[in-house]
């Protein structure tokens, strides 16, 4: 019983917080949210900080105003569960097989289109998603784009030249972020500033990668990388736990 308790307030204080991060994200203020409810503002707040439980049709009134589908709120869950839960005591079992889950931050198309295609050619199985500046990386990995069901990644390759927020401001507001600082980040740039390249790695780059001209060299080295990530180390999102 206690058990099934704690679930339950978990999941309400991941509800509550999605809920204000959509809130926040489409500018409206407790109180018209309040008002389009018929509720008080401080009820909303409640909801908003897990003090009091959200019915499924106020859900499915809330999503009706936000513009989401009520499973909006739930998306998640089970990661964020995951991360609430595990301790370093926890015994896990490696798991080699399960598709790599790629983020590809990348604005030249070219190197975008040859990317796409050496992950396409590797002998890992790639779940690739591709997205454009820094901002929408930040959004994204926050869970505020409502537009992809795309799974947390298990890496980042991250282009240094992207708007917006370019590639090291992003590195450093991954690094500080205690929910996102595990993913492993990977640089990738056509050419190598040292100044840039120590930088990175003091803001905790896994890597740091110089894109070849030569396509055959870059698949080679596309696949060595996915090889690594995917079947050489244990990443948290590729891991189970003995009693799963």
Same mark, same amino acid.
């Given at each position: ?5 704690? *679930? ?35 009820? #909303? ?59 590809? #931050? ?5 190197? *975008? ?132």
């Amino acid at each position: 019983m206690n058990k099934h308790c704690d *679930e339950q307030k978990e999941l309400d204080i991941y509800i509550g917080k999605r809920l204000r991060f959509i809130r926040q994200k489409l500018g409206l203020t407790l109180l018209e949210v309040a008002k389009k409810l018929g509720i008080s503002l401080q009820q #909303v707040q409640k909801y908003e900080q897990a003090q009091s439980r959200i019915s499924a049709t106020t859900l499915h009134q809330l999503g009706e105003i936000m513009g989401v589908e009520s499973k909006f709120f739930f998306q998640g869950f089970l990661t964020f569960k995951k991360k609430l839960n595990f301790t370093t005591s926890d015994t896990v079992i490696p798991d080699y097989e399960s598709v790599l889950n790629v983020l590809l #931050v990348e604005n030249d198309v070219a190197d *975008e289109f040859l990317t796409r295609r050496a992950l396409s050619e590797c002998s890992v199985n790639v779940n690739l998603f591709v997205l454009h500046d820094g901002e929408a990386v930040i959004d994204f990995l926050r869970n505020r784009l409502v537009s992809t069901n795309f799974p947390r990644p298990d890496i980042i390759l991250l282009d240094l030249s992207i708007p917006k927020r370019d590639g090291e401001n992003v590195l450093r507001e991954i690094k500080r972020d205690k929910t996102l600082s595990d993913i492993p980040v990977i640089i990738m740039t056509n050419k190598i500033n040292f100044q840039d390249m120590v930088s990175c790695y003091k803001a905790y780059a896994s890597g740091y990668i110089c894109k070849p001209y030569d396509y055959d060299v870059f698949l080679n080295l596309l696949n060595t990388l996915a090889n690594y990530w995917a079947k050489s180390v244990v990443l948290p999102n590729r891991s189970h736990g003995l009693a799963d």
